[in-house]
């Protein structure tokens, strides 16, 4: 106890002498600015500029940064909202209607030879074209309500013909339901079936090409996760 008081007092001297100390050398600062105001005065008045212009500088900036990422968050909300507007027209059609939409938008991206089957026992081949590569493009078109998802049995039913009765290149499997099953996903991914869910197909609506999709295969949106192949 006796070692701690010292050690308290100790501090409080040493406390006390930088206390003094600095008001001595405050004062003696104050005397030389004083008697070299002329000196001194140009040189407070050019830091206080700069420090001025600084600040001022900066918090443009903060300001200007701030503006651009509420701009940027603001024409995502809106892109989105203008997305979702198309899609809403897109589930007012009919699954006829819906598969020839789909046609329209791959003619729009330089697919060839565009044929609607349009009719029942198609074996899943909604939609048959060629890329504008010469890959022959084979879809399947889901119309499902938003909330629902592509079962693993939709899924199967499309890889057990894609390829093998229609010699698909480019197998598309898309739909206006916004999920693919777990199941079906990895099923997909493991057979390379393209597979364009809600968000995707929105994007498509809006403009996207095709051929910049194609990569997605159920990425964004939908599961959030992409299962492992």
């Given at each position: 106890m006796a070692a701690r008081r010292?050690?308290?007092?100790?501090?409080?001297?040493?406390?006390?002498?930088?206390?003094?100390?600095?008001?001595?050398?405050?004062?003696?600062?104050?005397v030389w600015m004083a008697g070299h105001w002329s000196v001194v005065w140009p040189v407070l008045v050019a830091v206080l500029a700069v420090a001025v212009v600084g600040g001022g500088g900066w918090a443009?900036?903060?300001?200007?940064?701030?503006?651009?990422?509420?701009d940027r968050e603001w024409r995502a909300?809106?892109?989105?909202?203008?997305?979702?507007?198309?899609?809403?027209?897109?589930?007012?059609?009919s699954w006829q209607e819906f598969e020839a939409y789909v046609a329209d938008l791959c003619r729009r991206d330089g697919c060839t030879r565009v044929v609607?089957?349009?009719?029942?026992?198609?074996?899943?081949?909604?939609?048959?074209?060629?890329?504008?590569?010469?890959?022959?493009?084979?879809?399947?078109?889901?119309?499902?309500?938003?909330?629902r998802s592509v079962s693993s049995q939709?899924?199967?039913?499309?890889?057990?013909?894609?390829r093998p009765e229609h010699g698909a290149d480019v197998a598309l499997f898309v739909t206006t339901c916004r999920t693919f099953t777990k199941a079906a996903l990895g099923l997909a991914l493991r057979q390379d079936i393209v597979a364009l869910h809600r968000d995707l197909l929105g994007s498509w609506v809006k403009g996207a090409r095709l051929e910049t999709?194609?990569?997605?295969?159920?990425?964004?949106?939908?599961t959030g996760r992409r299962p492992s192949a």
């Open positions: 010292r050690r308290r007092r100790l501090k409080k001297r040493t406390r006390r002498q930088l206390q003094g100390w600095c008001a001595v050398g405050a004062a003696v600062a104050a443009l900036l903060r300001a200007h940064r701030r503006a651009v990422g509420q909300q809106e892109e989105a909202k203008a997305r979702e507007l198309s899609m809403a027209e897109v589930d007012a059609l609607v089957s349009g009719k029942s026992g198609d074996l899943g081949a909604d939609v048959v074209g060629y890329l504008a590569d010469g890959r022959k493009l084979v879809v399947q078109c889901k119309k499902y309500a938003p909330h939709d899924m199967q039913k499309f890889v057990g013909t894609a999709l194609l990569p997605l295969n159920g990425s964004g949106g939908g």
